[in-house]
């Protein structure tokens, strides 16, 4: 039982490490600096311009999988993209929010991806 235990524990650590590597690979992406964007925010930007629809639990697993013992309160998403929507607004570009059934979340129009793209 032990040892199964301890594979597990290892298992799991690999696997944690192995999120961390590909979600760094997926949010590094190059984004606009005349945007002035702070380094969580880019993250945050750069999900959504990979994904088609990113919800609350996404944002907080990207940025903070490895934090699981004290994450954050779960309404810095919300203040994540305020402040995208601030730094956005002015490029026309929206972030629009999904409520009601289903889990919510946020997605940016494929026009709008590609103004955010050509601002680099």
């Not at 993250?43 to 311009?49: H, I, T």
């Not at 009601?100 to 955010?116: M, Q």
């Amino acid at each position: 039982m032990a040892t199964e235990l301890e594979r597990l524990r290892e298992e799991n650590e690999f696997l944690r490490l192995r999120v961390q590597e590909l979600e760094g690979l997926l949010l590094n992406a190059d984004l606009p600096p005349s945007l002035g964007l702070s380094r969580t925010v880019g993250r945050v930007l750069s999900l959504l311009l990979a994904r088609t629809i990113v919800t609350k639990e996404a944002v907080m697993t990207a940025l903070y999988s490895v934090a699981v013992e004290d994450p954050p309160d779960d309404k810095i998403v919300a203040a994540f993209i305020f402040s995208l929507r601030r730094k956005l607004a002015p490029h026309g570009v929206a972030i629009h929010s999904k409520v009601g059934r289903g889990a919510p979340g946020y997605w940016i129009t494929n026009e709008d991806k590609a103004k955010v793209r050509a601002l680099s």
